[in-house]
């Protein structure tokens, strides 16, 4: 009988590069993907609507019972569709309910299947999680603390859908958090977003080449038990962890032209965005091995993707299309457009303040590009990191919440995957398993998504101090 697959998100970068290595590494293999109506001739989707092994359903993570027949038989659920930003910044209610809403149909389906035990859940969540993640801090792993960046709409929604496949109750669901993906088509964007990401930040790359063997390798029946129930990070490792003006240099050089001759370095925010180089994806891909790819491997295809017209006029008419950056700097959304605007809570997000944005040097000549320290740093987590989940009990419970400033009121721990009661620093009382809080990084469901709260939080959490010096 033939793997039964659900997939969402076919038609986006990931998601198809998901189903085509799905198809490329199993035989015998049915994948159903779901699809809006709009989307149905999409040229990702028409290239597979001819291949016997690939069911496609026109329908709405929104609508519970469009999910419900994508679920119901299959044994896999890879739930990578969702909305993306930029559009999150844009329509914050819809990304809601897609991100938020669909993970929750997605469970519920699971739940409502005659063995939900029998399904596994594969969610893709984001490095957007984890927030601003400059230098010193810009090493990461899974169970550092949720911070989200202010404005980040979707790193809410992703955060809170998190939470619901982790507290769901399934036997079997793992939550991916995607960082940056390399895909060929990134010559395309052109978004005032491109401004909210620090020059001196870093980002350790996965390509969507690798992202979609992931996918791929997660479905495999040598996958370890030990793999689920957990969070883990997705990236390309060594080789793919580079500072944000490094891949800005090479990528513009693959467009054949000179990020200094169309971009002023004051146009680009300071902080308040994501990306981190993790200290642990090493885990993931001892686990479940996805690798192929550097992020040089990627170049080459990123440079065959780019037509030649568009490489002409990068390299031609460079104030020409200088005048078309600065037009979009100035646009709503863009770091220039808050300045003239003088928009004082964008400005002092991503830049600390008006002051600091006038000391910004017009000219690259004076801009001091960093390079992020090399040698990994770890967060303190407050407990003993050695402690298996099976021996997390209440002496460890209350000392992770004391360091977090808040408390534990559950006498002992009941395992894992159990929810206990806690309370944070703000005096919100919560149910949450501690798999969720010590090994997801998640805490007030309240505090946690809201950064107006963090100046108090870091107050009295030494944990989340860690990840907000200011």
């Avoid at 001739?41 to 994508?70: C, F, K, M, S, T």
């Avoid at 999150?88 to 819809?94: A, S």
């Avoid at 859940?121 to 230098?135: C, E, M, P």
């Avoid at 994806?281 to 080459?300: G, I, N, T």
Wanted: proline share 6%.
């Amino acid at each position: 009988m033939p793997k039964q697959i659900f997939l969402t998100g076919a038609s986006g970068n990931m998601g198809n590069a998901a189903l085509e290595h799905l198809l490329l590494s199993h035989q015998d293999i049915k994948v159903r993907i779901l699809v809006l109506p709009s989307e149905l001739r999409h040229r990702r989707i028409r290239r597979w609507q001819d291949d016997a092994r690939v069911e496609v359903l026109a329908g709405d993570l929104r609508n519970y019972e469009d999910v419900l027949a994508g679920v119901t038989g299959v044994r896999y659920v890879l739930h990578v569709g969702g909305m993306v930003s930029p559009a999150c910044d844009r329509f914050p209610e819809l990304t809601r309910q897609v991100n938020v809403g669909g993970a929750a149909n997605i469970v519920r389906a699971i739940q409502e299947q005659p063995d939900p035990d029998a399904v596994r859940l594969v969610y893709i969540g984001t490095v957007a999680q984890t927030g601003s993640r400059n230098a010193p801090i810009h090493w990461g792993r899974t169970g550092d603390p949720i911070k989200i960046s202010k404005y980040d709409h979707y790193a809410v929604t992703k955060t809170q859908a998190e939470a619901i496949v982790a507290e769901s109750g399934l036997r079997y669901w793992v939550s991916l958090r995607q960082s940056g993906m390399a895909h060929p088509d990134m010559w395309k964007i052109f978004d005032p977003i491109m401004f909210h990401n620090p020059i001196n930040g870093v980002f350790e790359w996965s390509t969507v080449k690798d992202s979609g063997r992931l996918m791929a390798a997660v479905c495999g029946d040598d996958v370890p038990e030990r793999f689920w129930r957990s969070f883990y990070n997705i990236g390309g490792g060594p080789s793919c962890r580079v500072n944000n003006h490094e891949f800005m240099r090479v990528t513009f050089e693959a467009l054949s032209g000179d990020y200094r001759k169309v971009l002023a370095p004051h146009w680009i925010a300071t902080k308040n965005f994501h990306g981190q180089w993790y200290a642990d994806s090493d885990a993931l891909e001892q686990l479940v091995p996805y690798r192929s790819q550097s992020l040089a491997d990627f170049m080459h295809e990123y440079r065959a993707a780019i037509p030649w017209y568009v490489k002409a006029t990068a390299r031609f008419l460079p104030r020409a299309i200088r005048k078309r950056i600065a037009g979009l700097a100035h646009a709503e959304g863009g770091s220039m457009a808050w300045i003239e605007n003088n928009d004082t809570e964008h400005i002092d997000a991503f830049f600390g303040s008006r002051a600091d944005w006038e000391r910004l040097p017009r000219s690259w000549d004076r801009f001091e590009l960093a390079s992020a320290p090399t040698t990994p740093t770890l967060l303190d987590h407050g407990y003993d990191e050695q402690l298996a989940p099976d021996r997390w009990d209440g002496a460890a419970l209350r000392q992770a919440a004391a360091y977090r400033g808040g408390a534990c009121l559950s006498d002992a721990s009941v395992g894992p995957y159990r929810p206990v009661r806690w309370r944070c620093a703000r005096r919100h009382e919560f149910d949450m398993s501690p798999n969720l809080f010590l090994r997801g990084g998640h805490w007030c469901p309240q505090c946690m998504v809201d950064p107006s709260t963090y100046d108090e939080v870091a107050r009295h959490s030494p944990y989340f101090r860690q990840v907000w010096p200011d």
